[in-house]
């Protein structure tokens, strides 16, 4: 499955109709190919992100969009119990927790647990991009 490449050409009606060439060993195309499906890209997107030096990011496993989904439920979870303490009277609260320091510090590292999760999470799904010159990546 290809995933869809954003495509960073300053000219949206420009498309790529020339060819670029070189002669390579099979163990090499074979790798190349093998980097590109592992970054969910076709060859010649791969090689022309390459050439501008860009790194494409390798796309998860099976296995790993798994433990994602996990990690996703479990933010979730972490967002859900923080909306209900702060759903609870400070009474509730200390009857629950009967310090309210220990309470707050705790509220704090959930809320940057949470917000670390959602920043890899956001990361993760970034599409990988094809650059349309060099001069546009120094920017």
């Known amino acids: 499955m290809k995933e869809d490449i954003v495509n960073t050409s300053t000219s949206p ?3 790529r109709s020339v060819f670029v060439g070189a002669k390579v060993t099979p163990s090499q195309r074979d790798h190349i190919k093998s980097l590109a ?7 010649s997107d791969y090689i022309l992100s390459c050439a501008y030096n860009f790194k494409p990011k390798a796309r998860l496993t ?4 798994a433990l994602l989904q996990n990690l996703d439920n479990c ?3 972490l967002v859900k119990y923080t909306s209900a303490l702060h759903g609870m009277s400070t009474k509730q609260r200390m009857v629950m927790f009967n310090q309210i320091p220990f309470m707050v510090g705790w509220l704090g590292e959930l809320s940057n647990v949470a917000e670390g999760v959602c920043q ?3 990361a993760v799904k970034e599409k990988n991009r094809i650059p349309s010159n060099p001069q546009s990546e120094e920017k």
């Open 37 to 43: 499906e592992q970054c969910g890209m076709t060859v």
């Open 120 to 122: 890899f999470l956001e």
């Open 62 to 65: 099976k296995e790993e969009a």
């Open 13 to 15: 009606k420009e498309t």
């Open 75 to 77: 933010r979730s979870d």
